[in-house]
Every structure is written in C-alpha cells, then in structure tokens.
C-alpha cells in the first residue's frame, strides 16, 4: 500500500512563513505527479499547487506569487509558504498519481491525512 506522511503544520502568524513536506512510502513504482490540496471549514476541497514529474507547476491564483512547490526527490515535495494571511488557514493535504510495483499500468490517487495550518495572531 502507498501511504503519504505530511509535516511542517502548525499555528503562524500573518505575514508568517511554513514549509510543508510531504514523504511517500510503500508499494511505489513511479509518481507522475504530486500536489498539495486544502480545505477550509464550510469549504470545498481546493487545489493549491501541483507538480508533475516533470517539473511543471500550476497554482491557485490566491497563492501565486507566495507560494512555491517542489519535489525534493521521486517520492518527496515541499510546499514553501510565505506571507501568510488568515485566509490561508486550512487543513492541507498532499497527494500523489502513483503506480504501483503490483500494478504498474494501473494509475491511483493518494492522500495525505491531511496537516492544520492557521494562521492567526
């Protein structure tokens, strides 16, 4: 099984900078792309940043400019976040298109558990 571990939430103040992670582990024969996702309370699930193997990117308008993804390695991105305001606060969770060592034609979504980022004074 895939499973995708995240790191770097946690409470900032506005104007403030957070790195997020993103490690995954398992069953992995490749990774096509990885994105980051978030979801406000009362909101819908919504695309932050994506990135493909590679290498091209595309974000939410609202984070252009402050926001920065990457991959790190094959099975590792980051989200480098910067000049936070409270509206950015959210549960963040990372994703993956992945295929498998026991299925390799065969491509599946994963999801992070998903990490609270608030951002507040």
């Given at each position: 099984q895939v499973q995708l571990v995240e790191s770097g939430g946690g409470l900032v103040q506005p104007g403030g900078s957070l790195r997020l992670s993103c490690a995954a582990s398992g069953n992995i024969f490749s990774i096509s792309a990885m994105g980051w996702y978030r979801q406000a309370p009362g909101k819908d699930r919504e695309l932050v940043a994506h990135i493909t193997s590679g290498g091209s990117t595309n974000y939410a308008d609202s984070v252009k400019g402050r926001f920065t993804i990457s991959r790190d390695n094959a099975k590792n991105m980051s989200l480098q976040m910067n000049s936070l305001p409270p509206e950015d606060t959210a549960v963040y969770y990372?994703?993956?298109?992945?295929?498998?060592?026991s299925s390799w034609s065969t491509l599946?979504?994963?999801?992070?558990q998903g990490t609270q980022v608030t951002v507040s004074s």
């Open positions: 990372c994703n993956c298109n992945a295929r498998r060592f599946i979504t994963y999801w992070g």
